[in-house]
């Protein structure tokens, strides 16, 4: 039996959550269901592709991923299912797909036709699940839609690099638990277009010319500990999905701030790297 995720907006004040769950396991007492996250902030798409595309890697093959972030059916937001990397994905067709799947090509790619024979106002619930249990019972894509081509594309997630080749301009597309800034400035773009040059990285007044790969390497350990004075630091590092991330060193969104307060850096906010 596949595995099936759970990834949506719907927080876990009310209902929704456990009513996805109680269909799943009406149709499949034996499912085994994860939750990736359901504190997705409400109808963010950005963020659910940088959560989702970090996450669903680590899962088996032949995993089906259910996407609940800006879900509901319009004639300008259809449905989705498509087999990326060999696990299905079942979401809306409003751009998320194209940053999960900005370097994978999807073998097959279907839109959900089912919806004539389902009266409901909560897609997820009525249809969604549907579709993931009958994938689940070994059915095919073409059962449930009608192949298509291609998928929306959400273009913001891609930095843009000027004709000169010594610049790449980016911007936030996520920030953490800890308020850790994450831009859509890749490692593998970085070292592309850098070549080994030197380079700045800014973020609004802040300027790095230093990337780390950790965060602990901000810290001088032949310093003795009363000396060192780095909790609250700024840095730069490639974080753990190779993304340039703006950090400060044992942030706390709750009591000492972190990167997003402190530094002023939101969501949308542009990240340079200028490379000499």
């Known amino acids: 039996m596949s595995l ?14 456990g009513a996805v769950k109680g269909a799943i396991y009406s149709e499949l007492n034996d499912a085994r269901i994860v939750d990736i996250s359901h504190h997705i902030s409400p109808f963010h798409i950005t ?7 970090n996450a669903y890697q680590n899962f088996p093959k032949g995993s089906i991923h259910i996407i609940g972030v800006d879900s509901e059916f319009s004639v300008e937001n259809k449905h989705i299912a498509l087999l990326l990397d060999e696990h299905y994905f079942i979401c809306p067709d409003n751009g998320i797909i194209s940053m999960i799947a900005s370097e994978i090509k999807p073998e097959k790619i279907v839109e959900i036709t089912i919806h004539n024979a389902i009266i409901s106002s909560f897609n997820v619930l009525d249809v969604f699940v549907k579709v993931a249990c009958h994938i689940a019972r070994g059915g095919t894509l073409e059962v449930i839609g ?3 081509p291609a998928y929306k594309q959400l273009n913001e997630v891609h930095p843009n690099i000027n004709d000169e080749k010594n610049k790449i301009i980016g911007s936030v597309i996520y920030i953490d638990n800890y308020g850790n800034v994450i831009s859509n400035i890749s490692k593998k773009l970085f070292q592309e277009i850098g070549k080994g040059r030197s380079y700045e990285v800014i973020a609004r007044s802040n300027t790095y010319t230093s990337i780390f790969q950790k965060y602990n390497e901000v810290v001088n350990y032949n310093t003795p500990i009363e000396n060192r004075q780095v909790d609250g630091k700024s840095l730069a590092l490639f974080n753990s999905a190779n993304y340039l991330e703006i950090a400060i060193y044992k942030s706390n969104l709750k009591t000492v701030g972190g990167a ?3 530094l ?3 969501y949308r906010d542009t990240v340079t790297v200028r490379f000499e």
């Open 4 to 17: 099936i995720t759970l990834t949506t907006d719907f927080g876990t004040k009310d209902h929704f959550v």
């Open 264 to 266: 002023g850096l939101d």
């Open 260 to 262: 997003s307060t402190l």
């Open 47 to 53: 963020e659910t592709a940088y959560i989702l595309k």
């Open 146 to 148: 009608k192949e298509i």
